[in-house]
């Protein structure tokens, strides 16, 4: 009878002990399914298993142990992609499967007058509004699955003229590219006016001279005339000569626009160029304060002096003239990182037009006289210092106008000369 119950006991115990050998690996690998369905990370199975288990076992850890790696690659693109996403200088739109929702990276956010939804979904309806409803119409309505276009953005007080691609996604959605073509445009402008500048003033020297001459030779003559007649030939000339005088004037400016020099950048203590400028015109006339608003250090920077000084005095005539009596015209400069910013602001009776992309184009005037080329010049240089031009109005009156020279800053030495 003991024989028998210790042959029992020990049958039941290797059957366990078998039975413990098979399922123990088993529920190891289903417990590390479960897991990672509820949510956790894929975790490899560390529990010895013999024979067919064996290999059950480490077929499931070295499947863990591919995807682990394939999940490796994907985060590493992703991070590469964002990264991509937000230095890019391209705009891009991610748009839903639903049409209903769309994501802009930081280019697209600022292209759309809104930095802060960069890298946000966004509601589509957001993009009805005023500057934008082109390209809200674009993204809503039934379009082709390849969309290519241009269209103009009108945003925070800017004309963003822009390509727009369009692509669909194979999950569902779209993806929008946004080209800001606009510095293109502006650059192709600037080389058509040149040439147009430079035709006109080609075209319209040679006979300025002898019309001139031939005035003149009249006005004499008309010395020996008689009555009426020597008044009407001696004010005829006079108009012609004065005509004449100011169609000289005109192709002057033509040519020094169509002729810019190169920039020749130099180290340029710039509050010292606006020091010298600001006592040159204050008092220049009765009413008239000129002021500069400096900071205490000074403000080194990497820029041409003699065409930096030219554009701003362009600027400061401009300013003198729009104040009509009594006035103020203050100049500044601030360095902002590696970047100058100058300032010309005025009292006077603002900018003519809201359209600020029209006053940089070259011949528009408002005064009636002159060729209308001064801002158009001083949008030549700031342009080949690789800065922008911002100009708007103030309020109740008055206008400001500000130069970005972009990265021209430099550390000034303890006692360093500038160089002007």
Known sequence: MAVTLLLLFATVWVGLYLSRRFTEPLLAVAGATQRVAEGDALEE????????????VDSFNAMVRRVRSSEAEILASNQELATLLTTVPTGVLSVDAAGTRFRPNPAAARLLGSPGWADDWRSLEELNRAGLEELYGRLVGGQPENLRCELDLQTSGETFHVDITSRPLPGGGRVVAIDDFTQLLQAQRLAAWSEVAQRIAHEIRNPLTPIRLAAERIQKRA?????????????GCEAIIAQVSGLKE???AFQQYARMPTISPQPTDIGRILRELCSLYNGVRPGLEVSADLPDEPIMAMVDPVLLRQALVNLLDNAAAAVVAEGRVLLSARGAAGDVILAVEDTGVGLPTEDTAVLLEPFFSTKGRGSGMGLALVHRVVTDHGGSLELESLNPSGARVRIVLTGARLSAPPGAPAEL
């Open 250 to 252: 005109l192709v002057d």
């Open 45 to 56: 199975v560390e529990v010895p298993a013999s024979d067919e288990v064996a290999v059950l």
């Open 223 to 235: 010395a020996t005339l008689d009555g009426e007649m020597r008044t009407i030939v001696t004010e």
